[in-house]
């Protein structure tokens, strides 16, 4: 079976550009999400997905960050415009339901590691 | 509050040695959810194991075992005999029952081991 599908594996980009990322979700899995991991730290929730819908997007800076999934498979992280603190790993997780097994286990791909100049 | 501690920011052994990675969480809730995850080089966050609250019997995966004690909040995680293959950042996650059943991840643990 195929795991979370990620591109790009690494952008740089100057400061005040727009970037954007694409993750693939293991097949059938109804939830997604898209974390934020700074050097150094634990992984940050910045939005979650159930299908096509937002379910949790608290943490994600809407002033400069969206995302979206739409048909509820792919989805697309933009930021816009990018500041130098947004230099991170944006990891994509998807999971099979969160209704029906409470504490799902998230499967992750390999991220794709933003250098802001 | 909902907090995950890994205290051990690094560890270095040598290899064949045996290492334990702590986690302490806190949580209010009686039902919940722990994982951990090992995050290599690559980036790439690879699941270990997953335990809910009710489920006190440690568990042992080839070279890997994990004991979990409710009494002292701890989910810990040892390698037995360790490899090269083996360093790399470990996260504890905590899932509590409510809401958006979102991780609270731990600081994680970076594991070097030397040959």
């Known amino acids: 079976e195929a795991g979370v599908a990620q591109s790009p594996r690494y952008k740089i980009i100057e400061k005040r550009q727009s970037v954007a990322f694409w993750c693939n979700p293991i097949s059938g899995h109804a939830t997604l999400y898209w974390y934020q991991q700074i050097l150094g730290q634990g992984p940050k929730l910045l939005i979650q997905f159930q299908n096509n819908g937002v379910v949790d997007d608290s943490q994600l800076p809407k002033d400069r960050f969206s995302a979206e999934r739409l048909k509820g498979v792919d989805s697309t992280l933009k930021i816009q415009p990018a500041k130098l603190e947004d230099s991170a790993v944006y990891l994509c997780a998807s999971s099979l339901d969160r209704g029906a097994g409470a504490g799902e286990t998230q499967y992750f791909g390999p991220g794709t590691r933003l250098l802001v100049l | 509050a909902q907090k995950v501690t890994q205290a051990q920011t690094e560890i270095s052994v040598v290899e064949k040695e045996d290492v334990t990675l702590d986690c302490v969480y806190e949580?209010?809730?009686?039902?919940?959810?722990l994982f951990w995850y090992k995050q290599p080089p690559s980036g790439e966050l690879v699941f270990l194991i997953r335990?809910?609250?009710?489920?006190?019997q440690n568990e042992i995966s080839g070279r890997y075992s994990w004991n979990f004690q409710k009494s002292t909040s701890s989910f810990n995680f040892t390698i037995t005999a360790s490899q090269v293959v083996d360093s790399a950042v470990y996260f504890c996650?905590?899932?509590?029952?409510?809401?958006?059943?979102?991780?609270?991840f731990g600081t994680g643990t970076r594991l070097k081991v030397l040959a």
């Open positions: 335990r809910n609250s009710f489920d006190e």
């Open positions: 996650a905590l899932i509590p029952p409510s809401g958006t059943y979102k991780y609270i």
């Open positions: 949580t209010r809730d009686t039902t919940y959810y």
